[in-house]
């Protein structure tokens, strides 16, 4: 009997409190409930940290549809909103500029190199338009000259055999000469250059020497025929060292290097100490002998002097890494003449 009454009471009483409960729920007022809810008592009994400790982000922002959200933004009316006066007003631009390494930037950027690398074409693009109208020069004195010697400029050879040079014509109708025997007006326009550079550094040479035995060593320099000897002696020895130095090493002058020519062996490969020695020794009498010594720029089929001839060197256009070349009209200039009877 027991075991039979205990459902039907179960059932009863869940009943019963159905019944109970759907009765207190409509009598009372949520409304009035939550007006007598003191919200700020109870958000002081919430323990914030602990009810973020159980939020997980990653969970809740796969949740949120960003384009939806982005969507919704009135990008306008938020910039609108937005004081850009009294936002930089509160930005500390002294500050702002202390903590960024303006050098660090810039390297970063490359503007160093930028900068060296645009001034160097723009140099160098300069200077070659004074080259190409000195080898424009070069060609029409030589192609001059040669005529009047009984010669065909077809005839001359144009560079030595190991460089095997050839004329050849860019976009721009600019004929090549890189390689090509040099001409009178580029040498003697180093010659001038060097002859330039060489005084300047003597003179500041002397000065130098002339302040050290005066003011350092306490030394009175007389000015009888012994200090003019020294003067002869010490500005002889720095011209020597001036040209051998720079034509065993570079092969050329620093004049030479600014027009553009550089000295070779008679087949076109580097000179050797030895030669670049003989150069040297004999160059000053090729000034000596009235000149005499340059004439065979004019009339040698390879434009060779007489300190040319004795080293066994010649002379030929270099301009680096950009080409030697002449202006468009030269060009075809020269080809009209060469091709001429």
Excluded: C
């Excluded at 729920?25 to 700020?40: E, H, R, T």
């Excluded at 074409?121 to 070069?138: F, K, P, Y």
Aim: hydrophobic share 50%.
């Amino acid at each position: 009997m027991t075991t039979d009454q205990e459902p039907d009471s179960d059932g009863l009483i869940s009943r019963v409190f159905s019944k109970a409960t759907g009765a207190v729920v409509d009598i009372v007022d949520p409304d009035a409930i939550i007006d007598q809810v003191d919200v700020n008592a109870l958000m002081e009994r919430v323990d914030v940290n602990a009810l973020l400790d159980r939020v997980d982000p990653q969970v809740i922002l796969d949740n949120v549809d960003v384009n939806a959200l982005m969507d919704r933004v009135d990008v306008d009316a938020l910039l609108d909103r937005v004081d850009v006066n009294a936002l930089m007003d509160r930005v500390d631009i002294d500050a702002l500029m202390d903590r960024v390494d303006v050098k660090e930037l810039t390297d970063r950027a490359g503007i160093p190199d930028i900068v060296r690398e645009s001034t160097g074409v723009l140099a160098g693009s300069a200077m070659d338009v004074v080259r190409r109208q000195i080898v424009a020069l070069d060609q029409i004195i030589g192609q001059t000259t040669y005529r009047m010697i009984g010669r065909h400029p077809s005839e001359r050879p144009v560079s030595p055999p190991d460089l095997e040079a050839a004329a050849a014509i860019d976009e721009a109708g600019h004929g090549q000469v890189t390689g090509f025997y040099a001409g009178s007006i580029s040498r003697l326009s180093a010659y001038v250059l060097d002859a330039v550079i060489l005084w300047a550094s003597l003179v500041l040479l002397l000065m130098g020497l002339t302040f050290v035995v005066d003011t350092v060593l306490n030394i009175q320099v007389g000015t009888g025929w012994e200090s003019g000897a020294i003067g002869v002696i010490l500005s002889s020895l720095w011209a020597f060292g001036y040209y051998f130095v720079s034509w065993a090493l570079a092969g050329r002058t620093i004049g030479m290097g600014i027009i553009g020519v550089t000295v070779l062996t008679r087949d076109g490969t580097a000179i050797s100490g030895r030669q670049a020695l003989v150069r040297t020794l004999v160059f000053p009498i090729s000034f000596i002998i009235l000149g005499l010594g340059f004439l065979g720029i004019f009339t040698s089929p390879t434009r060779r002097t007489l300190h040319d001839a004795a080293a066994g060197t010649v002379v030929v256009y270099d301009w680096g890494n950009r080409p030697a070349e002449m202006n468009a009209p030269i060009t075809q200039w020269v080809n009209r003449h060469m091709e001429s009877d």
